[in-house]
């Protein structure tokens, strides 16, 4: 068989599965952020909130995204099921749906405890009438009590939901681009990145108090550390995709000639947070202004990432 | 144990689409769309001194190792004994991870709209539910010791159906001489549906 080959991109999964991707991992990675931050570098109460409450709608709204976009909605349930991971261990989508669904619950126990004691949240409508249940204030006080194991639970399912992320695109053997053991990584590290660009946008322009600065001050060296593990490991990928297949070759055309990924991602969304924050390392800024427009950058930069990732996949077709 | 296959020998595919249309009206697949669980490519290769036209016939390969089946998250995409890779429309949920895993682009969308437009245009409908469809190399026919109807249908013989895994079946021996290949066999995904090349064009 002498196969005559055309090269072909998708349009099946587009934009949104770029928003579950993104949303996915950069609500995932806050929570566990949030919560290792609270349990072993500074107990933060409203940290926890704001980014418990702020992940887990990412991760509903990501989830809502892929939902939304099924043909057959009512069949969802087959997975929504926990047995799923006992039937279906070989899918992805199936862990991936098992950890956002655990993470949220994870999510909200853990922030429990310090929501029900809220002076916010026990004035807000309709949640304060919630809070004050008896049923609530069991859970809340048993929250209380394995804290740490929530946690560590939480963080699990967080960490998990941001390598599934990539794992689901590595399961697609046909596309070289994605059928690799550095599309997991990427995505892992750009969704911590982009966590912690999110968590430094919440402890400048929301929660902005002087006693964080150490925090912020830490988050910032984490986010440097994760931008440039991103770029060494875009870079591979650069010399990745020089040869090896050809459709791998036409994915690093499609990619590496973009000007939305060379200027939008690489530039504005990795290289420019990355001076902007190694100046603030290095020699601080006198305003918040340059980290908030780095963390701004990044994830704008997280979602381009995911986007143009999906829109460059190449399939070889022997016909 | 029974493993079907199928040959298509590109040398005697005459285009005429018969194939399509018998398969489209056996599992009613939404043609309004152009959506088909067999699709004949027309090709021309060559310059205009020395043009060919290459049919290439294209469906579902029931691989031995399905990327679909392995992605499919509620287990609708399922193998039978025989080797045969079928879709569960009640089950699927539509998430077309399988479309993305397929490397011969095989899957294709069902909606709401298609199962309603299928009633219209076939009368009895077969499937209920929305789904991410593909050829069943007609499991309800050969069940029943029929041909899939595309094979049953051709008129060139260009499609041919057998058991693997039965020594005498001529699609056996036209596998294990090696004149019948497997596309993209460096994927692992094991297809069981083989070409034979088109000797003419090659010369």
């Known amino acids: 068989m002498e196969p005559i080959m055309s090269y072909a991109t998708q349009d099946v999964w587009t934009w949104w599965i770029a928003v579950y991707l993104f949303l996915g991992g950069l609500g995932a990675a806050t929570l566990t952020v949030t919560f290792l931050t609270d349990m072993y570098l500074k107990q933060h109460k409203c940290l926890v909130m704001w980014g418990a409450v702020s992940g887990v709608v990412m991760l509903g709204a990501g989830s809502a995204m892929l939902f939304m976009h099924l043909l057959h909605h009512a069949a969802v349930i087959h997975i929504l099921n926990p047995l799923v991971l006992f039937y279906k261990p070989d899918a992805w989508i199936a862990w991936g749906t098992q950890f956002i669904i655990w993470m949220m619950w994870w999510g909200v126990l853990y922030a429990l405890p310090y929501i029900v004691e809220s002076p916010f949240y026990q004035r807000l409508p309709l949640v304060r009438h919630l809070i004050r249940w008896p049923f609530v204030l069991k859970i809340a006080a048993l929250c209380e009590r394995y804290h740490k194991a929530i946690g560590w639970l939480a963080t699990i399912n967080g960490i998990g939901t941001a390598v599934y992320t990539g794992l689901l695109l590595q399961s697609f053997p046909a596309v070289a681009l994605w059928h690799n053991p550095g599309v997991p990584l990427l995505f892992t590290v750009s969704a911590f990145s982009t966590a912690m660009a999110y968590l430094l946008l919440v402890l400048h322009v929301i929660v902005n108090r002087p006693e964080d600065h150490d925090v912020r001050v830490f988050y910032e060296r984490l986010d440097l550390m994760l931008i440039a593990g991103e770029l060494v490991i875009l870079f591979s990928f650069y010399h990745y995709m020089q040869s090896g297949s050809e459709a791998l070759y036409r994915s690093a055309e499609l990619l590496w000639t973009d000007m939305g990924w060379l200027v939008g991602f690489i530039g504005f969304g990795l290289l420019v947070p990355f001076a902007l924050e190694l100046h603030g390392v290095l020699k601080g800024w006198s305003s918040r202004l340059p980290i908030v427009t780095a963390s701004v950058l990044v994830l704008v930069g997280g979602y381009l990432l995911r986007h143009y990732f999906l829109y460059a996949g190449v399939y070889a077709r022997p016909w | ?203």
Not at chain 2, 27 to 52: F, S
């Open chain 2, 1 to 203: 144990m029974t493993r079907y296959a199928m040959v298509i020998d590109l040398n005697t595919c005459v285009g005429c689409n018969a194939c399509m249309a018998a398969c489209a009206m056996e599992n009613q697949t939404p043609v309004w769309k152009n959506k088909w669980r067999t699709y004949v490519h027309d090709k021309e290769i060559g310059t205009a001194e020395d043009l060919h036209r290459r049919f290439f016939p294209r469906l579902c390969n029931h691989c031995s190792n399905p990327p679909c089946l392995t992605v499919c998250p509620t287990g609708a995409t399922y193998q039978l004994d025989n080797g045969i890779v079928l879709v569960d429309d009640e089950r699927c949920m539509g998430c077309r991870a399988c479309a993305m895993a397929c490397p011969y682009d095989a899957r294709y969308e069902v909606t709401y709209a298609d199962v309603k437009t299928a009633t219209e245009f076939y009368g009895e409908p077969k499937r209920r539910h929305p789904s991410m469809d593909k050829c069943s190399f007609c499991a309800h026919r050969v069940e029943k010791g029929l041909k899939p109807a595309c094979v049953e249908t051709c008129v060139g013989s260009a499609r041919m159906f057998g058991d693997l895994h039965d020594p005498d079946d001529p699609v056996a021996k036209l596998v294990a001489s090696g004149i019948a290949q497997p596309l993209l066999p460096h994927l692992g995904t094991k297809p069981n549906v083989y070409y034979i090349g088109d000797l003419k064009r090659r010369g």
